[in-house]
């Protein structure tokens, strides 16, 4: 055993090879003897004569291992299995280190003898204006993870494991790509575990100013995600993730259901005028043509990705406000995020997805609909949690619905919300039969009664939309609950706004 393994994938290089591997191999003020340098590549990624050059570089102590993998993380992953380190130090191939970085980190280390890892300070290397924007964009990000965040503070940049930690966790898990730190981090932190945050460890990280980099980065995170939401059990650490809007939007509605969002608008918009610009999702679905629309969600996300595209290279050329290059490529990073995403969903297909990722149980007399529960909140007619003043809610789109399930006998349903809307005149149903017509201000109570194979709750109203935000909203909700009640439904139209 020695004391760190130091981690290096050769993937995504940016021509820093040579010089991480220098710098790591010769130029640490660390013992020798107490660590051993890992460059880890993917078969055929490097010619034979680069590689023998690499080999060259080396000391005894290190290894070249070649892996059928290509992604960096995998390199990792399966490197960490070899490690013969007590501390395992994931690094990239155009990060470079400082000559103290291994002496800090052990001394890190030490001082923090209840961590069970953590991550150091990479500054950034810069040298053209869209590896400023670049630097700008993720150091933001990274500053927030790591200073701020409750537990987001793994990044294979720096990061130091111990080793028995590591493994319990899981390790990095390949198959999800750079979303696997992020999966890596929350397992931890659910499992008890610390990862603390050494600013004191620095190391130097070049960016590489190129959209081509960027976009793939993009993808691979936002694919690796989806797959996860869509693949994974209920762990525990599932409650931590965010959920995927464009895959709980791919689950839960049925043609039935369609059907009738498209009768209830129609309603509405005889008696009010207001439409809901959403029909034609449900037109599609009631007509039994649910695959199309991931399709064309992606076509419409593959064309924002080339108008964002198209902002940088003019912000790039003509603007000389730094800031107007930072926010294009946000709003690159975001277009590529919602297309990766859509075009995983697409390709999986309804029947692929249909049974799979969270699906939304039913509300019971012991089981409340909360907005931050996702094993209850997941479906098509929901956007995403929201956190305000107080606390979690999350909008209903202008139709939408959640499935009561209970002995039979008689209940009280309650819709407790929150007044971000003016008063938004509401129709409810119960299996198809409508039970409240009025104004929902911020509570809503009704008798029901429930047979003994459970019902559908149902309303629409007419849609909102807020400043800035093109989504069209129905209701803002923090909580649905099912009681039992000794008073007998009154009937058809009851209820309190």
């Known amino acids: 055993m020695v004391r760190f393994s130091v981690i290096v994938p050769l993937e995504f290089h940016r021509d820093q090879i040579d010089l991480c591997l220098r710098r790591w ?207 994974a059990t209920d762990e525990p650490c599932r409650a931590l993730l965010d959920a995927v809007p464009e895959w709980d939007t791919s689950v839960g509605l049925g043609a039935a259901r369609a059907r009738a969002a498209l009768r209830r608008s129609a309603s509405l918009f005889s008696r009010s005028g207001a439409w809901n610009l959403a029909w034609w999702r449900w037109l599609v679905v009631a007509l039994g043509r649910w695959w199309v629309r991931p399709w064309i969600r992606c076509g419409v996300a593959a064309v924002g990705v080339v108008a964002a595209r198209i902002r940088v290279a003019v912000a790039l050329e003509h603007c000389r406000d730094e800031r107007s290059i930072q926010a294009a490529l946000v709003s690159l990073n975001d277009a590529v995020v919602r297309h990766a995403r859509w075009s995983y969903v697409a390709r999986r297909g309804f029947g692929a997805h249909a049974s799979a990722g969270r699906r939304p149980a039913p509300i019971r007399p012991d089981a409340d609909w909360c907005a931050d529960d996702a094993s209850r909140a997941a479906d098509a007619t929901w956007h995403g949690v929201e956190r305000g003043e107080d606390g979690a809610f999350r909008w209903s789109e202008p139709y939408a619905g959640v499935e009561l399930a209970g002995p039979q006998g008689h209940y009280v349903v309650r819709i407790e919300g929150l007044s971000l809307r003016p008063g938004a005149w509401v129709e409810v149903a119960l299996d198809g039969s409508s039970v409240f017509a009025g104004e929902f201000l911020d509570e809503l109570s009704l008798s029901i009664e429930l047979g003994p194979s459970g019902a559908g709750l149902d309303w629409v109203c007419q849609p909102w939309y807020g400043v800035g935000d093109s989504r069209p909203l129905g209701l803002a909700v923090r909580r649905i609950t099912l009681r039992e009640s000794s008073e007998r439904q009154p009937g058809p139209g009851s209820g309190r706004g």
């Open 25 to 231: 191999v010769r130029g640490q003020d660390y013992s020798r003897d107490d660590y051993e340098v890992l460059a880890a590549v993917g078969a055929g990624a490097l010619s034979p004569a680069h590689r023998t050059a690499i080999e060259a570089q080396l000391d005894r102590r290190d290894r070249l291992l070649v892996y059928p993998d290509r992604h960096d993380v995998g390199l990792c992953a399966r490197a960490a299995f070899e490690a013969r380190g007590e501390l395992l130090f994931f690094t990239e191939s155009h990060v470079l280190p400082e000559p103290d970085t291994l002496t800090r980190a052990d001394q890190a280390m030490r001082a923090r003898p209840d961590a069970d890892g953590l991550s150091g300070r990479c500054d950034p290397i810069v040298h053209n204006r869209l590896s400023v924007a670049e630097a700008a964009m993720y150091q933001r990000d990274i500053r927030h993870g790591m200073e701020q965040h409750p537990w987001r503070r793994i990044l294979d940049q720096c990061y130091v494991a111990r080793r028995e930690p590591y493994f319990r966790a899981g390790g990095f898990a390949a198959v999800y790509g750079h979303f696997a730190e992020w999966l890596l981090a929350a397992r931890m932190h659910a499992a008890g575990m610390v990862v603390a945050y050494a600013p004191e460890v620095v190391l130097h990280h070049v960016y590489c100013g190129r959209v081509r980099e960027l976009v793939a980065f993009a993808r691979d995170f936002a694919t690796g995600q989806v797959r996860y939401e869509a693949e």
